[in-house]
């Protein structure tokens, strides 16, 4: 795990996705390196887990929006936040806690398939948007709206760094 508080990374910092890949690089980045797609500092579960129950700053939002690549209406469909909730939550500055958790969620399918990759960000985005047969034909970006679907997403992922293709 990396040292440090868990802190929302001020917007002027460089993209949390090139640490991410410098630590894909060096070999698996960490159990919690995943919330640095969201402009978090990667730490112990618990304080994540707090984070999350006050709901994340929207910065959040924007920031994984900017680190992944997938545009808002794209992000905003996997996180489940219809627009005018969207619009809301922009104004609040504020995500509430479930919207919250499936950010993270979606940080963490990311993140893992960013792995399978390499870094390639297009490849990992490419990838969960399109139809796999190792998940019956649907896409991995619809299956990780659920907890269930992302960890069904996870375990193929799995399987693929280990070369069982189906």
């Not at 609040?92 to 969620?105: I, M, N, T, V």
């Not at 991995?140 to 907890?147: E, G, N, T």
Request: with cysteine.
């Amino acid at each position: 795990m990396v040292e440090g508080t868990l802190a929302e990374t001020p917007s002027s910092q460089p993209a949390p996705i090139e640490a991410y890949r410098e630590a894909i690089r060096a070999g698996r980045p960490g159990a919690y390196w995943y919330v640095a797609l969201a402009g978090l500092r990667p730490q112990d579960p618990i304080r994540i887990f707090k984070r999350i129950e006050k709901g994340l700053a929207f910065q959040a939002l924007v920031r994984f929006q900017r680190n992944s690549g997938l545009s808002m209406a794209e992000l905003a469909a996997a996180v489940a936040i219809k627009p005018r909730t969207l619009a809301r939550r922009k104004k609040q500055g504020r995500l509430d806690p479930e919207e919250s958790d499936r950010l993270l969620r979606l940080c963490r399918v990311f993140g893992r398939t960013l792995e399978l990759f390499e870094g390639d960000a297009e490849g990992a985005r490419q990838w969960l948007a399109n139809p796999q047969g190792g998940l019956g034909g649907q896409r991995p970006m619809v299956l990780a709206r659920a907890d269930l679907g992302a960890r069904e997403v996870e375990a193929l992922v799995d399987r693929l760094e280990h070369g069982v293709l189906t």
